[in-house]
Nanobody, 130 residues
């Protein structure tokens, strides 16, 4: 099965920026859309952003619109999450995720549904200091 590996997490001061990366292992053809979720201790996993295979369709959670940008490099089967103007509430473990290529296509109505994502990375910690 495909494996997802995140990187780029770390400690950043409030108002600063970080860029997360997520790479998918072979077979790359099984990975189409990709997305990001985040989770803090004791809280439910929250949708952050997603991007279609073509890169033309992007989706964002309300809490990050205008500050986070998702992109991807299809040749490397890698997605990126550029996080700007980070706030303390953004501190969490960030998880890369990908839906099954045999499931329904992601839309603005279902993009945040956890059950649509079959592949998950191990997570990368983002800490924001005030």
């Amino acid at each position: 099965q495909a494996q997802l590996v995140e990187s780029g997490g770390g400690l950043v001061q409030a108002g600063g920026s970080l860029r997360l990366s997520c790479s998918a292992s072979e077979p790359s053809s099984t990975i189409l859309s990709m997305g990001w979720f985040r989770q803090s201790p004791g809280k439910e996993r929250e949708f952050v952003a997603a991007i279609s295979w073509s890169g033309t369709d992007t989706y964002y959670g309300d809490s990050v619109k205008g500050r986070f940008t998702i992109s991807r490099d299809k040749g490397k089967n890698t997605e990126y999450l550029q996080m700007n103007n980070l706030k303390p509430e953004a501190a969490a473990v960030y998880y890369c995720a990908a839906p099954s290529p045999y499931g329904p296509a992601l839309t603005s109505r279902n993009v945040g549904t956890l059950n649509l994502y079959d592949y998950w990375g191990q997570g990368t910690q983002v800490t924001v200091s005030s």
